[in-house]
């Protein structure tokens, strides 16, 4: 199938006044049509400053190399070393604007906590219609005239508009009677609606059929638009924001983190709600980020294991999550209790994340790895293609269970 998105030996380091931070240190990663590639890791393990790399969003005390192409466009800026001034700063302009193109239009990201930063003191209906207006997806409404109201096709093409995605999308002919009949009753109620409407109304129509129609995809009732934040659940919230992500109809959306912060049964909601995006084909391709292993299992089709600013492993569920092949994924994977074995102990890794500014010059994970040998602190190891589309960053491509079990008898 199609590759998207393309990463290749991406690096990122952050500026700081401790010193340059490597928050990621040449990922090399794909997302191909039709699928969805699941990131997990530990907190700082560089999940969301990959995600933000994407868009070109990351902050300006970042310096990134390496390469990301979403079809055949370039979508880093690798010529900040470039020697000439004016060469850099046109470079510059024209990356800008093609991911101007690209943002929210092509790809577009459910944020990391926002469903937590709306304004308190607008609705939502305010702050989901400043993102349709930010990418201007009223502007084709805007040049709209008396008489396209009027004509048959039109006003099919707009009940077109407020129809039921999920229902448009069935191709059994049982369907299609309905359909038919749905989009009849919406086009006679349409033309009833407009009569009496100034041309100024009929375009807020529009509009608001636009908005109402994002929500309803995301699952977000369109009667609680002119609520407020507060007077809303989380799970609710989080709805608004994937509404958002859905507006102008991108053909990838990157959540960072989706159902953080919710309880678990909300959780279970947003992961139905999105995996319903992907069945319903509202969004066919999707990156979804979080450090819970659950989420991602439950969503992904190909899984990467970060562990400070590395891919440790990568492959799809099975082998990540029956078999995995990397000391790092083996001991998340037991760090987490399974739903079949309530009484399995469950296990932290011991020790922590290496320091970033002065990373260790062997593997990152060597000083809590239970498999640890000398090498392991002198060397990089090697990325190994275990089979076709399964991957190890590990001077060892079997896991020794047995030592597994001896580290975890001497930490208890
Ligand atoms: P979490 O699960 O907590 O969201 P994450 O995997 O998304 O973590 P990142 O936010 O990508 O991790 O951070 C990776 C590393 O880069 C961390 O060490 C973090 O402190 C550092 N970092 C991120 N943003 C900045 C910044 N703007 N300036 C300096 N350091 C940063
Ligand atoms: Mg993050």
């Known amino acids: 199938s199609k590759t998207l998105i393309k990463i290749d030996n991406l690096s990122v380091h952050f500026r700081t006044f401790e010193g340059r931070v490597q928050a990621l240190n040449g990922i090399n990663l794909d997302l191909n049509e039709g699928e969805i590639l699941g990131i997990i890791g530990e907190s700082g393990s560089g999940k969301s400053t990959t995600a933000l790399s994407l868009l070109g ?170 609520a407020y934040p507060h007077e809303l659940s989380g799970g609710m919230k989080q709805r608004g924001i994937i509404a958002m992500a859905l507006a102008l109809n991108p053909k990838v959306v990157i959540a960072d983190e989706p159902t953080t912060g919710l309880d678990v049964i909300t959780q279970a909601k947003i992961i139905k709600e999105l995996k319903g995006l992907k069945d319903s084909k509202t969004i066919r391709s999707m990156i979804v980020i979080s450090h819970d292993v659950g989420v991602v299992s439950q969503l992904a089709n190909y899984v990467a294991v970060m562990y400070a600013g590395r891919v440790m492993e990568y492959g799809e569920p099975k082998d990540i999550f029956v078999n995995p092949r990397n000391p790092y994924t083996y001991a998340l994977m037991h760090s987490y209790p399974s739903i079949d074995a309530t009484k399995q102990r469950i296990h932290g890794i011991p020790g922590s994340v290496p320091d970033l500014i002065d990373p260790p010059k062997g593997c990152y994970f060597a000083s809590r790895c239970f498999m640890a040998e000398e090498i392991c602190h002198r060397e990089k190891p090697p990325l190994r293609n275990l089979s076709q589309d399964h991957k190890s960053l590990c001077h060892f491509d079997q896991i020794d269970e047995e030592r597994y079990l001896n580290a975890q008898r001497y930490s208890d």
Not at 69 to 79: A, C, E, P, Q
Not at 138 to 165: C, P
Not at 192 to 206: A, E, G, I
């Open 57 to 226: 969003l990351l902050p300006d005390n970042a310096e990134v190399t390496g390469s990301v192409v979403y079809l055949d466009k370039d979508i880093i800026n690798s010529n900040d070393t470039v020697s000439d001034k004016k060469m850099r700063v046109k470079a510059r302009r024209m990356l800008d604007q093609r991911l101007a193109e690209i943002r929210w239009k092509e790809i577009s990201m459910i944020f990391q906590g926002a469903m937590n930063a709306f304004n308190p003191v607008h609705t939502i209906r305010n702050q989901i219609k400043e993102v349709f207006e930010i990418h201007n997806t009223f502007s084709d409404l805007s040049n709209l005239k008396e008489e396209d109201f009027i004509d048959e096709g039109n006003l099919r093409a707009r009940a077109n508009e407020m129809a039921l995605e999920d229902i448009k999308d069935k191709e059994s002919a049982e369907f299609k009677i309905i359909e038919d009949k749905i989009y009849d009753e919406m086009v006679e109620k349409l033309r009833n609606d407009l009569k009496t409407m100034s041309l100024k109304d009929k375009k807020r129509l529009l509009e608001n059929n636009r908005m109402e129609s994002s929500c309803r995809k995301a699952g977000f009732n369109p009667k609680f638009l002119d």
